[in-house]
């Protein structure tokens, strides 16, 4: 018999030709639906992620459903505007003719998420499938145990279960789901996982989404600052225990502040996670003992100036600094995607861009300076999937900005209009009239020069048509 997974897409494909998801009505009703879930289920979804991550109650709110509640918001009163017939300027040829890009769905979308926000990263792509017409197959991480089987639970009684079904499982599953065909898939998590994915998905030569990680480096000049720069560096370095794929991963600054630094990031964790961060409701744990030993295994040969201690039982370790960290220390070999954060001293900025240069493209740089000439130079001459000067994580909340990788740290953007344009199809139409037939004797033979002539002069010219020509065109 078939498989649960190949039973799954099979009627999602289904439902999918019955053409219902192309109706704006049934999209926008959809969309509104998992509003209402977000505003009706805020206690499950707490209580599970609390069990997963130990995540408190605001927290979930302000990492998780906060987003989205932008995104649905965005895509409700925008979906019209965004799956309209989009005109494309007309040349003397195609003056009289109907040119436009029309976005239509790409069919089944397969959406494989993340342990690590997952609801922010799994429903995100979700709502741009949903806005532009697609099937979407949602495959919840098996790691966040509680958070998956609720959304298990709950998205098929807001949003089409036929259309939008909900596959549960652990790698076996996920590789039986690879084994079926998509239109696109969409993956965040690990850059190995990803060039996995990317194989499976070749053998159908369907597009995909990538939204991987990588070490984002986080440059201080000693000019700038360093109290609020450290502030908002401890922030966005220790949320949710250092498991974000956008937190600063390491710092880059000159010896002479590296101490000024240590004792601000310091004095920032005491503000935020009191002085012991282990009874503080609003610092997370590392999601399971398999990660645990990982990153403990990271601090190895590394120098612990803050922090450190850890608790196997209780999946805690201590918000931590590490200083004079060595380039080829073993906290620099992998994305520490944890609460360590290494201190690594370079001379100036030229030194930190060779730093960065010699690196895989991380997915995101952040840069401390009062300097606009430093933070451009930074900009101009580095690669990254997004930049931020003088902040932490918060460009990842601007929807009018796409998010995503280069090179490593992934291909393909989403965010609000991004993610329904990236799972749409872009289609070309030129409608013409069986009319003015004499126009086109200069393309059919036999070809002369003079015909040659009047093609280069209607193709080439750029002719200014004044207002009447130019409202002709609209």
Not at 71 to 86: M, Q, V
Request: net charge positive; aromatic share 8%; charged share 25%.
């Amino acid at each position: 018999p078939p498989k649960l997974q190949e039973r799954a897409v099979a009627r999602a494909r289904k439902a999918f030709e019955t053409g219902r998801s192309k109706c704006l009505e049934h999209r926008i009703r959809q969309l509104k639906n998992m509003q209402r879930l977000f505003s009706e289920r805020q206690t499950e979804i707490a209580e599970a992620m609390k069990k997963d991550l130990n995540k408190s109650d605001v927290g979930t709110q302000l990492y998780e459903i906060l987003g989205l509640e932008g995104e649905l918001n965005t895509a409700i009163s925008k979906l019209k505007e965004w799956a309209a017939p989009r005109p494309v300027e007309k040349n003397l040829l195609t003056l009289s003719d109907t040119v436009y890009v029309h976005p239509e769905p790409l069919g089944v979308v397969l959406i494989i998420g993340a342990w690590n926000y997952p609801w922010a990263v799994t429903i995100q792509p979700l709502i741009g499938a949903i806005a532009a017409g697609n099937a979407a197959v949602i495959k919840p991480s098996e790691v966040c145990v509680h958070t998956a089987k609720v959304m298990e639970e709950l998205l098929p009684l807001y949003i089409d279960k036929e259309l939008y079904p909900v596959v549960t499982g652990g790698v076996p599953e996920t590789q039986e789901l690879l084994r079926q065909r998509f239109d696109h898939i969409f993956y965040t998590g690990s850059s190995p996982v990803g060039k996995v994915i990317m194989e499976a998905a070749a053998k159908n030569l369907t597009p995909v989404t990538l939204e991987l990680g990588g070490k984002s480096p986080c440059y201080i000049d000693k000019s700038c600052d360093i109290t609020v720069a450290c502030r908002r560096i401890t922030w966005g370095k220790y949320t949710n225990c250092g498991q974000t794929c956008i937190a600063p991963d390491y710092i880059l600054c000159e010896p002479s502040i590296q101490d000024r630094v240590i004792a601000e990031v310091k004095k920032a964790v005491k503000e935020f996670y009191t002085e012991n961060p282990k009874t503080c409701s609003d610092y997370g744990r590392i999601i399971n003992q398999r990660h645990f030993k990982r990153i403990l295994a990271l601090m190895e040969g590394s120098s612990v100036a803050a922090g450190g201690d850890h608790d196997e039982s209780d999946c805690y370790i201590a918000p931590t600094i590490l200083r004079d960290v060595k380039p080829d220390a073993k906290v620099m070999q992998e994305e520490i995607f944890g609460p360590l954060l290494p201190i690594i001293s370079i001379s100036d900025v030229d030194e930190a861009i060779k730093f960065i240069n010699q690196r895989e493209k991380p997915l995101a740089l952040y840069v401390f300076s009062q300097d606009d000439k430093l933070i451009k130079k930074m900009r101009d001459e580095t690669s990254s999937g997004g930049l931020l000067a003088n902040d932490c994580l918060v460009h990842y909340s601007v929807n009018s900005l796409p998010f995503g990788g280069v090179g490593n740290s992934g291909m393909g953007c989403y965010h609000g209009k991004f993610t329904f344009d990236q799972l749409s199809h872009h289609r070309s139409c030129l409608i013409k009239q069986l009319k003015m037939e004499g126009v086109n004797s200069m393309r059919y033979p036999p070809h002369t020069l003079k015909k040659l002539g009047w093609a280069r002069f209607f193709i080439l010219k750029n002719v200014d048509l004044g207002w009447l020509g130019r409202m002709a065109l609209c």
